[in-house]
């Protein structure tokens, strides 16, 4: 069980500060026979990324594709990332607009003081800026000796990738729908939305918005939501009028990169989702079903209750709503003196022979991971002998 009672998880994507000018938006009419594919929140998954372009059948020529912003940090590859997407924007039926990270890694380039600049390293040891320092052989301790020197040379090597980065619009407006890292305040002229808030506003679904169209969003992973019904799936509230699209890649536990896909027959709009997870894959060899129902957690506002042990999990109680139920020591932790979880309670799922499942993660005697529906939790390792 992780014990830290220092500070939430949360508090990293606080420490960046963001001005309060307007969002730049690009506004364009998409033919009523194209598709639309949204992916967010890249993380510098490069692998899981071009593998997920293939597995959506993305066409160039006739799609459009919305890429959300978060193209980097977290994940290990996020040069690759960076330059597939510079790539991908040579066709004009390409758009990327930024997300929190991406800000983050042109800010070390280019504004941050040394102390800044280090503090980030010491808060990430391994962040996309760094990655690209390591490709010339520096390391943190050539900025901490010679700091302007040492980001020169980077800021050189990798001129075009940070141009890239630091010219990414706001927000994509189309016909039916808004397109926005994080999301749009609660105004009628929500054009007007501060660069802080369309980038860093957590728990974006919970809320509301005024405009008349329907808002795509990433960089809250979905998971964390009620709603997503333990995946990492992609969800809808179409009284609201806003759709989340982040699944999680390389921040959750079991994460996966989503392609939320907009199909428009005449004046009826269409969704569809096609997902691949981080993890590799196994085949399940023999059925197993679990009568047990997930009980959702919220990470962040639940505290939890240790009522017991059963191995290596917890029986725990959600003190705000009375639920009880099992939740791995690994996926779980203090902060505030207060126990959190990160999954959901009781999270073990049925699975068929012949299906696939992702492992994120593995006990004595279960796997951790994806199913094929979407659903996260443990199956028992004898599914796969």
Not at 74 to 81: P, Q, S, T
């Given at each position: 069980m992780r014990n830290d009672n220092k500070k939430s998880p949360l508090l990293w994507g606080l420490l960046l500060s963001y001005g309060d000018k307007n969002m730049d938006i690009i506004t364009l009419s998409v033919p009523r026979k194209a598709r639309i594919i949204c992916i967010s929140d890249i993380h510098g998954c490069y692998s899981a990324f071009d593998a997920l372009l293939k597995k959506c059948g993305y066409d160039n020529g006739s799609d459009y594709?919305?890429?959300?912003g978060d193209l980097v940090e977290?994940?290990?590859?996020?040069?690759?990332?960076i330059r597939k997407v510079m790539e991908l924007c040579q066709s004009p039926n390409v758009i990327c607009i930024k997300g929190n990270n991406d800000t983050m890694c042109v800010?070390?380039?280019?504004?941050?003081s040394r102390e800044k600049f280090l503090s980030r390293l010491d808060n990430r040891p391994f962040n996309c800026y760094i990655e690209m320092a390591q490709e010339l052989g520096l390391a943190k301790e050539d900025f901490e000796k010679r700091?302007?020197?040492?980001?020169?040379k980077v800021n050189k090597a990798f001129e075009a990738e940070l141009s890239f980065m630091s010219s990414l619009p706001l927000a994509i407006e189309t016909e039916e729908h808004i397109f926005i890292h994080a999301g749009i305040e609660n105004r009628p002229d929500w054009q007007n939305t501060s660069e802080r808030f369309a980038l860093t506003e957590p728990w974006y679904f919970n809320k509301e918005h005024q405009a008349d169209k329907i808002v795509v969003c990433g960089h809250y992973p979905t998971y964390n939501f009620e709603a997503a019904n333990n995946t990492n799936l992609p969800i809808i509230d179409k009284d609201k009028k806003i759709i989340c699209i982040d699944g999680g890649a390389a921040t959750k536990g079991a994460g996966q990169l989503n392609a939320f896909i907009i199909n428009r027959s005449k004046d009826v709009y269409g969704y569809e989702t096609v997902f691949e997870p981080l993890h590799p894959r196994k085949t399940v060899k023999r059925s197993v079903t679990d009568s047990r129902k997930p009980i959702y957690v919220n990470w962040e506002s639940h505290e939890l209750t240790v009522m017991g042990k059963q191995k290596d999990f917890l029986e725990v109680?959600?003190?705000?709503?009375?639920e009880t139920g099992l939740i791995h020591e690994n996926r779980c932790g203090y902060w505030d003196e207060k126990l959190h979880g990160w999954t959901y309670l009781d999270a073990f799922l049925s699975?068929?022979?012949?299906?696939?499942?992702?492992?994120?993660d593995e006990t004595e005697e279960y796997f951790f991971g994806i199913a094929e529906n979407g659903q996260v939790g443990f199956v028992p390792k004898s599914c796969f002998d």
């Open positions: 594709l919305f890429i959300l977290k994940g290990k590859e996020n040069i690759a990332v800010r070390m380039a280019f504004s941050d700091f302007e020197e040492s980001r020169e109680k959600i003190n705000q709503t009375g699975v068929s022979a012949g299906e696939s499942f992702a492992i994120a």
